[in-house]
């Protein structure tokens, strides 16, 4: 089981690079899907859930040539022979189920595994399947998975129950092909979606209003190869940040588009940290005299992210004052409050609320992350805590983070890998799922 072994205290200075964002790679990769041209993706960070991406297309019969190093993906589909996908290869990552809108579009059929629940809620995907039966889909759904077909996708008028970013984005793509006219209300309007749908025009695409909550999309007969680089990631770039304050240091995070930091800018500013703009890409946040208590309530962009939420309310357990957490978006998104309570952080959660009764300083311990951004929250506060704190389940942050501790070091943090036998790793509170 791979650990991180970080010794605290060590306040971190300097500037790091921010990789591409892992939320928009991952639905521009599906929809590489909707041509049978060779695509060029740029900027694609060297993550778990990207590797297994690249599976679920390779599975599809999809041709993927991937260069890490270089952060270059290229993608040829070709006719994609195979349209179901097993559930050991899709059922891995919830992101996997972003590819149903463009084999619906392109191939009229579909079956794959029904994300399960995880970590984090119960995620269902209604909002994606209704969406795509209002453009003509059918979908039968039996033993843990759904299978789909289509006579040929048509336009619909499509208002969301709620701003789903994954079925937003299914919608978009599937419409892209569809005969006729899409208008998607209610639509999510993250960065992401933005980033996806300039992917798609540049192949041809014909969608206008990315970004805001109403989106037309007008079918096309088919779309081409095209080239595209990522956006930052804005999730990443907002824990670098943290990871400065936190530690009482100064740090400057580079190749960020500030536009997609504001909430967090703001909450940091908020909390009495000195937060300014270093560049036309870059980003300086530093702590100043004192952290006070905030309370955050997380929602749909441009709200405060809830993948955020967790590494914020790290800062918040060493703020001077009690502040209250809401979490929105997810019905379970607490379960790094274990790990941060083992350090000393006086934390209390009601349902969907969490209060947080700051303390001076928090001591390194032995804790289990229970999931990607938990991780990175845990790591925050480890980085932040007097002594050592011994991380395990270091893979789920690997989900969604290339080499963090090696960025992290070369700010001065001290963090550094072990490995112990599994039953070692028994003698914590709570084991990593
Ligand atoms: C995307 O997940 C992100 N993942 C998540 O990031 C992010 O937290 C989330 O959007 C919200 O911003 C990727 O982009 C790969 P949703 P997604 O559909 O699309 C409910 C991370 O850490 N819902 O907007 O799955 C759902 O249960 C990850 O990087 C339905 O009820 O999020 C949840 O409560 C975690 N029915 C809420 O909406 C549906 O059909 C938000 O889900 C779909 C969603």
Redesign the pocket.
């Known amino acids: 089981m791979e650990q991180l072994l970080i010794r605290g205290g060590i306040p971190l200075r300097g500037r790091v690079q921010v990789n591409g964002s892992?939320?928009?790679c991952?639905?521009i990769i599906a929809a590489t899907l909707l041509t049978n041209e060779s695509t060029i993706v740029e900027g694609v960070p060297d993550l778990l859930?990207v590797r297994t991406m690249i599976s679920v297309l390779k599975g599809l019969g999809a041709s993927v040539d991937y260069q890490p190093e270089r952060g270059l993906l290229r993608i040829t589909p070709g006719d994609l022979p195979q349209t179901a996908l097993p559930a050991d290869l899709a059922g891995r990552?919830?992101?996997s189920?972003?590819v149903l809108g463009p084999l619906l579009a392109r191939k009229k059929e579909v079956q794959l595994p029904l994300?399960g629940g995880?970590a984090?809620?119960?995620?269902?995907?209604?909002?994606?399947?209704?969406g795509l039966a209002a453009m003509g889909a059918c979908f039968n759904i039996a033993k843990g998975s759904v299978e789909g077909i289509s006579g040929g996708l048509q336009g619909a008028r499509i208002y969301l129950?709620?701003?789903?970013?994954?079925?937003?984005?299914n919608i978009i793509m599937a419409a892209t092909l569809a005969r006729g006219t899409t208008i998607l209300e209610n639509a999510?309007t993250?960065p992401?979606i933005v980033d996806l749908a300039n992917c798609l025009n540049s192949m041809g695409a014909q969608i206008v209003g990315a970004g805001t909550s109403r989106i037309r999309i007008e079918g096309v007969p088919q779309l081409g190869g095209t080239r595209h680089v990522v956006i930052p990631d804005r999730?990443e770039a907002g824990t670098l940040l943290l990871a400065g304050v936190i530690t009482g240091g100064d740090v400057v995070v580079e190749h960020v588009l500030p536009d997609h930091l504001k909430s967090l800018l703001a909450k940091l500013t908020e909390a009495g940290a000195v937060v300014e703009e270093a560049g036309p890409s870059a980003v300086r946040a530093a702590a100043g005299d004192r952290i006070t208590a905030v309370d955050l309530k997380t929602m749909?962009?441009p709200g405060f992210?809830?993948?955020l939420q967790p590494q914020f309310m790290a800062l918040l357990a060493l703020a001077e004052g009690t502040s209250m957490v809401i979490e929105t978006?997810?019905?379970n998104?607490f379960r790094h409050v274990e790990g941060l309570n083992s350090m000393g952080a006086q934390i209390k959660v009601e349902g969907r609320h969490a209060i947080v009764q700051g303390r001076p300083s928090l001591t390194g311990a032995p804790v289990a992350a229970p999931?990607?951004?938990g991780a990175a929250a845990l790591l925050l506060a480890a980085l932040a805590a007097e002594g050592e704190t011994k991380l395990y389940g270091v893979h789920h942050l690997w989900?969604?983070h290339s080499r963090l501790e090696e960025r992290l070091g070369s700010l001065g943090a001290r963090i550094e890998f072990v490995s112990e036998e599994p039953e070692q790793a028994l003698n914590i509170g709570s084991h990593s799922g």
């Open positions: 892992k939320n928009a991952l639905p859930d990552m919830r992101a189920f972003l994300p995880c984090i809620g119960s995620r269902p995907v209604d909002l994606h399947l209704k129950d709620f701003p789903s970013v994954g079925a937003t984005e999510a993250e992401e999730i749909p962009y992210s809830t993948d978006v997810f019905e998104r999931d990607l951004r989900r969604g």
